[in-house]
């Protein structure tokens, strides 16, 4: 499927303020999805600062993305074509409108050390950071700035910290490989690759640096925004890129560890009741149904994250996570 025509009517955009000094280079990046816009109007609301001086960039730089996928921004929709937070790599055969994006978008994430990626989701629920792995050399995600991570997550002003993302996503790789026939023919290839979980913060840690994915409430939710500017906020202050107090860490928060995902198979699927981000899952409690009357359930008691009502046939439909004594 060639998306020329929508590929030609956008372009891209980030602006960036570098201080006198050196320091770290922090990018922030509003609308990865096209439909969660907290980002993008928190971004516009520090830029409006920084051009009127009531902040200043002193040390290092920040560069903000306020859209980052122009053609999902535009419909209000997740994604263009596909999603840009999956399989993100530059590519040489550009196809889908996100390939494009990702061909701007991968060298910018490389030029810095430090990523805010500011999402919104769409169920009910708390704010949350997700962080990546604890420091390994293992062949999947090999970490060394699991330290700077965690400060960093712990100064954004949320209390649930939410790690497993990289790990999970092989696992369903392995899954729907070996299961194919489960899944309905028009099914998303992409979800096949290897490399499917490979979103901006994992892209960035595989250039050397680390970062944040920010889920800051429900996409409609009117304080999601107000989250989004706290964590810009204490960013610069924490990363010592504008001067003044640092911000206080939490101290009452909670670890927990995505475990698995589950995928939508058929449009008949349904969950068993309105599901929220962190409910609580009883082991043998039914979560939901497929199309055939199977019963959708677990053997322990876990949570249950990113419920999605309108996930397409072929996607994920909810992801579940346990309790971690991470930090
Ligand atoms: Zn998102």
Redesign the pocket.
Known sequence: MENITSSNSFHFNSVRYSGIKSGLNLIVLGA??GN?ICGTQAIEKIIDELDTKKKVITSGSVTFVPITNPLAFSKKQ?MGDRNL?RNLNPNLNPKYFEDYVANWLCPLLSEHNVLL?L???HSPGSPFALIGPANNSGPLEPFKFAKQEEELALKLGVKVFVDGWLDTYARGVEYRCANKNDYPQNSQLQNLDIHYGMGTTEFIRSKGGYGI?L?CGQHNDLSAPEVAYQAISNSLLHLGLVDGPLPMGISNYQCLRIIEVIDKLHEGDYFSQEWKSFDHVKAGQVIGTRHNGKKVFTNDDVKIMFPNTQALPGNEWFYLAELSNRF
Do not use: L, Y
């Open positions: 990865v999805h969660e997740r937070n990626d999402h919104s989701f994915t889920e």
